[in-house]
């Protein structure tokens, strides 16, 4: 008698049946172990300096092909907003050779190179239609002349440095400002020349004096000595005081107002003489009454 076989599962089988049944068991089985199988191999194929090396050249020739297309090719240059000495100054700093690949360009760095240079206040780098690379810049306008150690330097508004000056001549009309630390109060020297306006066909310039304070040069080797604090008001008494008795006309070389509540003025040479001679005209005249 032939043995009849069990219907029921081995206890292999049931187990693996159960295992087949388990979401994670049939996903290592689908795409698990096939990706790593997969992976292994790709390991194993690129873990060659030959291989590598082919794989880098190949991805850097396929950029580069891409790239070098004509239509990302940048090919001619143009600056707006700037005068003629700017642009040869930008061309001659500005570290492109084109023609160039738009992807080989930093518009970012290009832009904080501009900015670098003295005259440009503000830059915008763009890539436009055509191949152009267009600079777009801002220029600081000249406000002050600063002289100091032998040179003349022309400021903006802030005292930044706009342009060195081969001579004072350059300087135009720009108001002159001189000594160590001028530069850094430019806002102040600019309110101070405004406050001078009722003498501006005498103003000669400001200089500021151990980086503290202003004295304002007139013509004449007048001077007004102004203080540390509030010098424009103290200003605006000086030329009150003009307004009213014509001071600055007369024969007065230093208005000093540092002690604001003890204003000093100095004569010149010939009125201190005529002055003491007028003193001892005085006193011989009351010499003569005493006798």
Request: hydrophobic letters at 45%.
């Given at each position: 008698m032939r043995p009849v076989k069990d219907p029921a599962p081995s206890k292999l089988d049931y187990r693996m049946q159960r295992l087949w049944l388990t979401p994670m068991f049939r996903w290592l089985v689908r795409w698990g172990f096939p990706g790593f199988a997969v992976l292994a191999a790709a390991v194993w194929y690129i873990d060659d300096e030959a291989r590598q090396t082919a794989i880098v050249d190949r991805w850097e020739e396929l950029i580069r092909s891409v790239q070098d297309r004509p239509e990302f090719m940048v090919s001619l240059l143009r600056i707006e907003g700037a005068s003629k000495q700017l642009q040869e100054d930008i061309q001659e700093v500005l570290p492109v050779d084109l023609p160039?690949?738009?992807?080989?360009?930093?518009?970012a760095a290009l832009r904080a190179k501009l900015e670098e240079l003295d005259p440009v206040k503000r830059?915008?780098?763009?890539?436009?239609?055509?191949?152009?690379?267009?600079?777009?810049?801002?220029?600081?306008?000249?406000?002050?002349?600063?002289?100091?150690?032998?040179?003349?330097?022309?400021?903006?508004?802030?005292?930044?440095?706009?342009?060195?000056?081969?001579?004072?001549?350059?300087?135009g009309?720009?108001?002159?400002?001189?000594?160590?630390?001028?530069?850094?109060?430019?806002?102040?020297?600019?309110?101070?020349?405004?406050?001078?306006?009722?003498?501006?066909?005498?103003?000669?310039?400001?200089?500021?004096?151990?980086?503290?304070?202003?004295?304002?040069?007139?013509?004449?080797?007048?001077?007004?000595?102004?203080?540390?604090?509030?010098?424009?008001?103290?200003?605006?008494?000086?030329?009150?005081?003009?307004?009213?008795?014509?001071?600055?006309?007369?024969?007065?070389?230093?208005?000093?107002?540092?002690?604001?509540d003890r204003p000093t003025l100095r004569l010149s040479d010939p009125a201190r003489e005529e002055l003491k001679r007028l003193q001892d005209l005085e006193r011989l005249s009351y010499e003569k009454d005493d006798e």
């Amino acid at each position: 008698m032939r043995p009849v076989k069990d219907p029921a599962p081995s206890k292999l089988d049931y187990r693996m049946q159960r295992l087949w049944l388990t979401p994670m068991f049939r996903w290592l089985v689908r795409w698990g172990f096939p990706g790593f199988a997969v992976l292994a191999a790709a390991v194993w194929y690129i873990d060659d300096e030959a291989r590598q090396t082919a794989i880098v050249d190949r991805w850097e020739e396929l950029i580069r092909s891409v790239q070098d297309r004509p239509e990302f090719m940048v090919s001619l240059l143009r600056i707006e907003g700037a005068s003629k000495q700017l642009q040869e100054d930008i061309q001659e700093v500005l570290p492109v050779d084109l023609p160039l690949s738009q992807f080989q360009l930093d518009t970012a760095a290009l832009r904080a190179k501009l900015e670098e240079l003295d005259p440009v206040k503000r830059a915008e780098v763009r890539i436009r239609s055509g191949g152009v690379l267009l600079l777009k810049v801002t220029e600081r306008e000249p406000a002050l002349a600063w002289k100091h150690e032998g040179r003349i330097t022309a400021l903006d508004a802030t005292g930044h440095h706009v342009a060195q000056l081969d001579d004072i001549s350059m300087a135009g009309a720009l108001p002159l400002i001189a000594g160590e630390g001028a530069d850094r109060e430019a806002a102040q020297a600019l309110d101070l020349i405004a406050a001078a306006a009722p003498v501006a066909d005498r103003l000669v310039g400001l200089t500021r004096v151990g980086a503290r304070r202003w004295d304002v040069v007139l013509t004449r080797d007048q001077r007004i000595l102004l203080p540390e604090e509030a010098p424009a008001a103290a200003l605006d008494r000086v030329l009150a005081m003009h307004s009213a008795t014509d001071l600055l006309a007369r024969d007065v070389t230093v208005v000093d107002l540092r002690l604001g509540d003890r204003p000093t003025l100095r004569l010149s040479d010939p009125a201190r003489e005529e002055l003491k001679r007028l003193q001892d005209l005085e006193r011989l005249s009351y010499e003569k009454d005493d006798e």
